[in-house]
């Protein structure tokens, strides 16, 4: 069996890293897959443990010039700590940068220098004051000259190896003007680029610290999670209260929580009555009461009253925890938009050194200065980072799913994620989805000489005595009217047809009352069109209507009739006119009879129905519908309809609070609304735009930037570009992707919502 594993990874910095890791790790015997995140740092890896382990892939990742870190409990966002230690090392940075940019170039636009250090009187000073003070910004950016020499002797170079290589070029022609100058030729004092070298760092440690920034705003969603889990349970030992870490509580363990106090773990109440509000889980701003038996779920809060409740769930097993853990593992995923950027990414950097050789090679050969030469060869090898690439599809990814979370819907992956938007056909499951999936009574039709009353409670004093979800329909209803009702002395359930009961006294005096179908009254002896052929009428018409009709009878005398069915969800009519307002067909499937289909097909507006079909036959008919070309999102309860979500192209499983079928299906409707399943739909077509976008803009600046860098411009009359402006404008680049997918976070349900 393959094992699935989650592995932090350091010194990764743009898209280059994550190709050079996949392809490492996917090198070895027993990988069935690998995938590498950008923006979460992380790597998913599915293996055969009888031919790998964790310890050859973590010997991989080094060889590649990579850590990675086996995660047991994978955690969300790095500790602040990391991006407070990131900007405190840009301070460092930026401050001696701006000094040797002013002593540099103070002089050309007319700013004092003192005189021991002014290049024109001093010029071995000039520069050795420069040397002094790029050092310390070479101390706070080691990390790119670390990792990119690393990653560039280990023969998959990076975006660190660009920055790198690029100023140590200019460093290297920097000590060799400094050496010129020493040796008499004070014009060399004009061929310094110290500055350029610091700028470039600062500039690149700001847009990554920026980036770092916006990264962590991609995780918000589950760090709003992880915050509603709490850190300290009551542990109840007879009459002792001790507090422990959520942590150290056991199954079975007895907890206290108190009025205000959020349930540690997930478990049943044992004693006490309170109001536990759930809305994190159900999406319910109703509070739900509680009392003996009732279950209670991590994370929801005690409004009223102490509960004692037993622990039965605890840590990674809580639904909390398995709803965070589900929303990781989405936005640790690779969504299949991705892979042009990855095989791209996997040649970028080695073809962009080699543009930049080129280039300057060139421009040496048209009779160029060296340093003309390589100014273009560091401007190419800045210009041309790739970051963006590989940030493109992760943080709108990120981004996406965790509004879909806060939203109540879990996307399990990036590959769902972006299959909904292809999607041409929406097939629901009728009981329990399109349905509420619980019978209600709908008519009472009294005979002449009796009352709507009378024969409801009529039925009911039948019905009290069975367990059959239609009787609990008649009873609840007659007592909901305060109506009174008979205990029967004797019943007799009749399979297929009804029931008989034999009361004495009460409501209905000494009878013999039976409620069921017209089978049952032929059994009896009775004749109901005889005696009421209204009621027969009406009988067959409420069947026409998709409803179950039976037959009240006393003494052998039909009294009445009632219908009872299993009635359309609120929002069923209203989802199925937003998912056409979307361009998207809509098709019902059951194995109810094609009468009941039809007529609950018609009340909520949907044409296409399958009926009678047997659960097993569920995933024949979407893989029929599938050959006709038509991309699938089957919505369904997730449990019985598993085999069938498993075959659709995106199975939609339709939850209630934790009843959370999450191994079949690609999406969960946290909320039990399905109206979320036209809200999913469009959230996808909002991500993949976005995604497209940043594509667009991650691509187009490459193809844009490279050839500026390399002088297109110069060679039609234009400026040549600024090693500076090019490390300026990569930084851009890689804030702006990050910047436009976090704009999904303001994502807002469409007009044609159907609540």
Not at 16 to 24: G, K
Not at 482 to 501: Q, Y
Not at 518 to 524: D, F, I, M, T
Not at 655 to 677: F, P, Q, W
Request: net charge neutral; proline share 5%.
């Amino acid at each position: 069996m393959p094992v699935y594993k989650t592995f932090a990874l350091k010194g990764m910095t743009c898209a280059a890293c994550v190709a050079a890791n996949e392809r490492a790790v996917g090198k070895l015997p027993g990988i069935a897959r690998v995938s590498v995140n950008l923006a979460t740092e992380r790597m998913e890896v599915e293996f055969d443990p009888t031919a790998v382990d964790v310890a050859q892939i973590q010997a991989a990742v080094k060889k590649a010039g990579y850590e990675a870190e086996l995660l047991e409990k994978p955690s969300s966002a790095p500790p602040p700590i990391y991006e407070a230690y990131g900007w405190t090392r840009f301070t460092v940075s930026a401050v001696f940068a701006v000094i040797l940019l002013y002593i540099a170039m103070g002089s050309m636009i007319g700013l004092p220098l003192p005189p021991f250090i002014d290049h024109r009187t001093a010029p071995l000073a000039f520069a050795l004051v420069q040397l002094v003070l790029l050092i310390p910004v070479l101390v706070a950016g080691k990390s790119f000259y670390i990792h990119g020499f690393k990653s560039l002797f280990h023969l998959s170079p990076n975006m660190d190896s660009l920055i790198a290589i690029g100023t140590s070029s200019a460093i290297l022609y920097s000590l060799f003007s400094m050496w010129r100058i020493a040796s008499g030729d004070h014009s060399a004092s004009m061929q310094l680029y110290f500055e350029t070298a610091a700028i470039i760092i600062t500039l690149i440690m700001l847009g990554k610290n920026l980036e770092s920034r916006s990264k962590r705003r991609t995780s918000e969603a589950v760090r709003k999670l992880m915050k509603l889990r709490p850190a300290i349970a009551t542990i109840l030992e007879g009459e002792q209260e001790r507090k422990v870490p959520v942590d150290d509580v056991k199954p079975g363990n007895l907890l206290l929580v108190r009025a205000g106090e959020r349930i540690p773990v997930d478990g049943k109440v044992r004693s006490g009555n309170s109001s536990v509000d759930e809305s994190m889980l159900t999406g319910e701003s109703m509070p739900v009461e509680k009392a003996s038996g009732a279950p209670v779920y991590s994370g929801t809060i005690n409004l009223n009253g102490s509960l004692v409740m037993i622990a039965e769930k605890v840590g990674e097993d809580t639904a909390l925890a398995r709803i965070i853990r589900l929303v990781e593992e989405a936005q640790s995923s690779k969504a299949p938009i991705a892979r042009l950027a990855d095989q791209v990414s996997a040649v970028f950097v080695p073809v962009v050194m080699g543009i930049a050789l080129i280039a300057a090679f060139g421009w040496l050969i048209a009779g160029h200065t060296i340093t003309f030469a390589l100014t273009v060869f560091v401007s190419v090898l800045t210009i041309a980072c790739p970051c963006a690439l590989g940030l493109a599809t992760p943080t709108a990814v990120m981004v996406g799913t965790g509004k879909g979370a806060e939203l109540g819907i879990l996307i399990k992956s990036g590959e769902a994620l972006e299959t909904v938007h292809k999607i041409h056909t929406v097939l629901f499951d009728k009981t329990g989805t399109i349905t509420k999936g619980k019978p209600a009574l709908t008519d009472v039709v009294p005979a002449e000489g009796y009352s709507t009353e009378e024969v409801l409670g009529l039925a009911a004093s039948v019905e009290l005595a069975s367990g059959h979800p239609l009787a609990d329909a008649i009873v609840s209803q007659a007592r909901e009217k305060g109506l009174a009702i008979s205990r029967p002395d004797h019943v007799e359930t009749i399979p297929g047809k009804g029931i008989v009961a034999k009361i004495s006294g009460g409501v209905a005096g000494s009878a013999t009352l039976a409620v069921g179908n017209a089978a049952l009254a032929e059994s009896l002896g009775i004749s109901i069109p005889k005696h009421a052929s209204d009621l027969q009428e009406k009988a067959t018409q409420l069947a026409g209507m998709g409803k179950t009709p039976m037959f009240v009878m006393k003494n052998s005398l039909p009294v009445g009739l009632i219908a009872v069915a299993d009635q359309p969800r609120p929002e069923a009519r209203a989802v199925v006119a937003a998912l056409k307002k979307l361009g998207i067909d809509v098709a019902m499937i059951t194995g109810d009879s094609r009468c009941t289909a039809d007529a609950i097909a018609a009340q909520v507006g949907i044409s296409e129905v399958y009926a009678e079909v047997l659960p097993s036959e569920k995933a024949s008919i979407i893989k029929r519908i599938q050959a006709s070309g038509r991309k699938i999102a089957m919505v369904g309860d997730g449990i019985n309809d598993a085999p069938a979500l498993a075959q659709a192209d995106v199975g939609i499983a339709v939850a209630a609070g934790t009843d959370i079928a999450m191994e079949s299906a690609d999406i969960v409707l946290m909320h039990n609304n399905i109206c979320d399943v036209a809200t999913a739909i469009h959230l996808s077509r909002r991500v993949i735009k976005t995604i497209r976008q940043n594509l667009f803009w991650a691509f187009g600046y490459n193809v844009l930037g490279i050839p500026i860098a390399a002088g297109l411009l110069y060679v039609f009359g234009g400026p040549l570009l600024s090693p500076v402006f090019a490390a300026a404008a990569m930084s851009l680049s890689s804030v702006s992707v990050v910047t436009n997918a976090l704009r999904l976070k303001g994502y807002r349900k469409p007009e044609a919502s159907c609540e």
